[in-house]
């Protein structure tokens, strides 16, 4: 097996280490404009920190305290926090920790010296153990671990500093003052400095909440009351009014955080705002040979069609009780409108579903089943795309995600393909060009290629379409593209179309190449507008409609640099689009890694349950360097790069 050299190795790291540096004074900005309370935060700390420093640079308080000073810039570091309450919280956790703990190491050294030389390590060893054991087992009540815990910490620390020392100092008494000396005068001027200098009260974050809570309330309860009296024929909308009372249950963690442990109550990490309707598990694809439909008569075990509602239920259940769940804001959908599916779909093929549907249903092309309850569900995968898209349109978010199956990627103006009967990207993308996006970026990381998208948009120099996908080529009628690199785009949208086939096998290192290669530098050309990222866990190592080797680390490194594209280009604006994905299992942890790396996570939430697959990176790599040597030379607003 090949392998790649060093120097092409060395070359990548550098570009990828000059990249982020790049957008390094971007993300701050965009940190700063997100909340501009984390400015002032900022220059409050370093205040508080300075007027201590200082205090202590003047010969008469440095001499009178000595090297204790450096508790007392410590004390700043750990005791400011974001808002007034979690500052006091902390500081007099902090403070009445310090004077109960070394009052009782001083106790304690004291106690240990009465048996003498040989007893006083026997006792005062027995009596740090005692109580390190039992504030640590007082740590795991609730109560005192959302309030105290802190100050339990401190505790620990304090007493085992203060008798120990003592057992090698006899000036204990000396020591304990001036530790909690210094530390009163820490977060004493700690305390000063957030209460008095613009303060921040999370009570404003939690009245903003309980708002939105009891409007979201308030659209439940007018929902019952049209359903209940029977006032209104509109049943989507019903349904949608009805879905209010979620988000209120959703935030009951965050309301209990601001009033119950006021040392968290700093502002959440930005939320993807997930748009789902549980309509869309409606759609059933039936039973037989993989997805073919076909009982032969002779199998006692028939399987799933590999697009089934299991699959999304566990990608709703791991964004619902995973450890990412905190930083899921959820969002009723919708069915979309007729008139909103022919921006992207013909009349003739709308009527032709129609059609279908009043007939009980049919197979459109191989392996896509319109069965009963599968049109209602393709058109709330639509108008649920839709709302992703408007609610970052209508600047109330910048990431949204559509959960939503049918999957759409495949879907044509003209035809269904491959599970597909609505273009739900396509039809965003649409409705953001409509709406003012100068230009918008589409980036698909399906294992398969987003043909029918690439399609919609094959003659437009306004929506760049990239596809990154195995090399599978055309699989029949309702299929005629190949997904191969010369396929560009024609007349205005002559090089707007970028595939990006890659060979079978290909993992984490050949698909991050392929973005930093490839994907990186054309969106750096392009400019966008908007980002639309369209997903399909089926690229992963273990999915059974793919032969690609990502893991879930390749999917958070993607979602990571899709994010950092996002902040650098489009003022952080990003659609997240669900497509396939077929592992019943699998494809969730993949989900939950993407939107990690989305959410620039500085540590993974969840571990791999399966672990690395290995992949033939050299091939990989190979076949990158020729597509990027073609788009060079073929693509008019490459060249050059």
């Known amino acids: 097996m090949e392998v790649v050299s060093g120097a092409d190795q060395k070359e990548g790291m550098m570009n990828r280490g000059w990249g982020k540096l790049k957008a390094f004074p971007g993300n701050l900005k965009k940190l700063g404009k997100d909340d501009p309370r984390r400015i002032i935060h900022s220059l409050k700390v370093g205040l508080a920190i300075t007027l201590v420093s200082l205090f202590y640079y003047f010969e008469p308080l440095y001499e009178g305290f000595g090297v204790s000073a450096m508790w007392a810039v410590m004390t700043v570091v750990v005791v400011f926090e974001f808002s007034v309450g979690a500052t006091l919280s902390k500081g007099l956790n902090r403070g009445l920790a310090t004077i109960v703990a070394g009052t009782l190491g001083f106790g304690a050294h004291r106690l240990a010296v009465l048996p003498g030389e040989k007893g006083e390590p026997i006792i005062l060893g027995l009596l740090v153990f005692l109580q390190a054991s039992m504030m640590t087992f007082i740590r795991f009540f609730p109560q005192m671990k959302a309030k105290y815990d802190y100050g339990l910490l401190v505790f620990i620390l304090t007493f085992c500093l203060i008798s120990v020392s003592g057992y090698r100092d006899d000036e204990v008494l000396d020591m304990a003052y001036q530790r909690v000396s210094t530390i009163l005068i820490g977060g004493f001027t700690a305390m000063l400095v957030c209460l008095f200098i613009c303060p921040i009260w999370a009570g404003n974050d939690l009245h903003n909440l309980v708002v939105n809570n009891i409007e979201q309330l308030a659209c439940f309860l007018e929902g019952f009351g049209l359903e209940y009296f029977k006032t209104s024929e509109d049943e989507e909308s019903i349904k ?112 032709e579903l129609v059609e279908a549907d009043k007939a009980g249903g049919k197979m459109v092309c191989d392996g896509t089943f319109l069965n009963p309850g599968s049109w209602g569900a393709s058109l709330l995968a639509a108008g649920t795309t839709l709302s992703a898209m408007k609610h970052i349109l209508d600047g109330h978010g910048k990431i949204a995600y559509a959960l939503v199956r049918p999957p759409g990627h495949h879907a044509q103006p003209t035809h269904a393909d491959g599970y597909c009967f609505l273009n739900n990207a396509g039809l965003a993308v649409q409705l953001a060009s409509n709406s003012g996006c100068g230009k918008v970026v589409v980036i698909d990381i399906d294992v398969h290629y987003g043909n029918g998208t690439a399609e919609g948009f094959y003659q437009s120099n306004k929506v760049l379409t990239i596809s990154l996908h195995m090399n599978h080529g055309s699989w029949g009628p309702s299929h005629p593209q190949n997904g191969s690199i010369d396929e560009i785009g024609e007349a205005e949208g002559f090089g707007y179309n970028l595939n990006i086939p890659l060979p079978n096998g290909t993992g984490d290192k050949g698909y991050m190449y392929a973005m930093t290669s490839l994907v990186v530098p054309a969106i750096q050309k392009f400019d966008p507008n908007m980002i639309v990222l369209v997903v399909g866990q089926d690229s992963s190592a273990f999915d059974p409609n793919g032969r690609q080797c990502l893991t879930m680390e390749g999917y958070r490194e993607i979602g990571r640099t899709v994010r950092d594209l996002a902040d650098r280009y489009t003022d952080g604006r990003l659609l997240i689009v669900q497509e396939g994905g077929y592992h019943i299992t699998y494809s969730a942890y993949c989900l939950h890694a993407t939107l990690e790396g989305v959410l620039n996570l500085p540590l993974p939430l969840l571990s791999d349950p399966i672990a690395y697959y290995p992949e033939d990176e050299a091939l990989a790599v190979k076949v990158i360097e020729s597509i990027q040597r073609y788009q060079k030379e073929k693509v008019p607003f490459l060249k050059g790069t």
């Open 240 to 351: 949608t009014l009805l879905e209010g009372y979620k988000s209120v249950l959703h935030s009951q963690q965050t309301e209990e955080s601001l009033v119950t442990c006021p040392a968290m109550a700093t502002p959440p990490v930005e939320c993807i705002n997930l748009f789902w309707h549980e309509g869309m598990l409606t759609h059933n694809t039936g039973k037989g040979v993989f997805d073919s439909g076909m009982d032969p008569g002779f199998l006692d075990v028939l399987e799933n069609h590999p697009e089934n509602p299991d699959r999304v239920k566990n990608m709703l259940s791991i964004l619902k009780r995973g450890p990412i769940s905190s930083y899921v804001s959820w969002h009723p959908g919708r069915p979309a409108l007729f008139s909103e599916l022919l921006s992207f779909h013909t009349q003739e093929y709308i009527n």
